[in-house]
Nanobody, 124 residues
Framework: QVQLMESGGGSAQAGGSLRLSCAAS????????MGWFRQTPGKEREGVAV???????YYADSVKGRFTISPDSAEHTMSLQMNNLGPEDTAVYYC??????????????????WGQGTQVTVSS
């Protein structure tokens, strides 16, 4: 059974930084896409950043130049470093995983596995 364990998040001032981490277990994909989505009340889930097993990273236009997704030293773990945060980044962030190679920030429906979500709140 695939499990995604998220950590990090919390509160920050505008212009500040936060780091999210996600550890995946229970999967055995030869190719995989792992990343982050976010959601605010009343809105659809929005893709933020994804990383494929070839090491390529893709970002939503709204976070390019501010967020960095990267694999961690621990196997099947990756992180999202969020810099220069703004109130518009306030959302519940979800770690996602699927057994396909992604070549861009895919739609939410393309991911079978989701973490429980972690709140990020940015105050102005």
């Amino acid at each position: 059974q695939v499990q995604l364990m998220e950590s990090g998040g919390g509160s920050a001032q505008a212009g500040g930084s936060l780091r999210l981490s996600c550890a995946a277990s229970g999967y055995d994909y030869s190719s995989a896409c792992m990343g982050w989505f976010r959601q605010t009340p009343g809105k659809e889930r929005e893709g933020v950043a994804v990383l494929n097993t070839r090491g390529r990273a893709y970002y939503a236009d709204s976070v390019k130049g501010r967020f960095t997704i990267s694999p961690d030293s621990a196997e099947h773990t990756m992180s999202l470093q969020m810099n220069n945060l703004g109130p518009e980044d306030t959302a519940v962030y979800y770690c996602v995983l699927d057994g396909h190679t992604c070549y861009g920030v895919d739609k939410a429906g393309n991911f079978d596995h989701w973490g429980q979500g972690t709140q990020v709140t940015v105050s102005s």
